[in-house]
Every structure is written in C-alpha cells, then in structure tokens.
C-alpha cells in the first residue's frame, strides 16, 4: 500500500518562507506522478505543483516563481519550497501520489492526511 505523511506545515507571516516534505512509501508500485494540492476552507481543492518522473514540473498560476517542487529519491521524499508566502496561501496542504502496480497499467491515486499552512498579514 502507498502512504503519504505530510510535514512541516506552520504558521508564518507574509513573506516568509516555509518548505513542505513528503514522505513516500510504495511498496510495489511505481510512481507515475507526485504533486502538492491545497484546500482553502470553502474552497475546491487545487494543484499546486506537480512533478513527472521525467522531471517535468507543472505550477499553479497563482504559486508560481513562488514555489518549487522537488523528489529526493534517495530518502524518498517530495518537497515543496515555498517562498513570499501570502496570506491567500493559507490552506491545508495535501502531497499526492500517482502510481501504477508493478505488472498493470492502470493508476491509483493516493492521498496524505494534510498539513495545515497559515499566513498572517
């Protein structure tokens, strides 16, 4: 089973900084995607960043030149170093696997249990 613990998630003040990690466990899978989403209260939750086996990254616009997405796959975890942090920042944030099973094609998706990023003014 594929498990995802979020940390690093605290309260800052605008402008400040903060980086986010991932810890992936995947026994028997192969990943096919990482990524970071966030969720406002009230709000759909939405992509952040997301990062390709290839090494290709994707940034929602709002984040982007802000935050970076990076994998150490050496201690297999994902990143997420976010800078000139805003108070529309503040949300929890969720780190997201996409796997295949060794031997089929078709993708799960899992899901971390969430760290909460506060930004004051």
């Known amino acids: 089973q594929v498990q995802l613990v979020e940390s690093g998630g605290a309260s800052v003040q605008a402008g400040g900084f903060l980086r986010l990690s991932c810890a992936v466990s995947?026994?028997?899978?192969?990943?096919?995607?990482l990524g970071w989403y966030r969720q406002a209260p009230g709000s759909q939750r939405e992509l952040v960043a997301q990062?390709?086996?290839?090494?290709?990254?994707t940034y929602g616009d709002s984040v982007l030149g802000r935050f970076a997405i990076s994998m150490d796959n050496a201690k297999n975890t994902l990143s997420l170093q976010m800078g000139s942090l805003k108070p529309e920042d503040t949300a929890v944030y969720y780190c997201?696997?996409?796997?295949?099973?060794?031997?089929?094609?078709?993708?799960?998706?899992?899901w971390g249990q969430g760290t909460q990023v506060t930004v004051s003014a």
């Open positions: 990062l390709t086996t290839e090494g290709y990254t």
């Open positions: 995947r026994p028997g899978f192969s990943i096919v995607n």
């Open positions: 997201n696997a996409v796997v295949r099973r060794f031997g089929r094609t078709n993708h799960q998706t899992f």
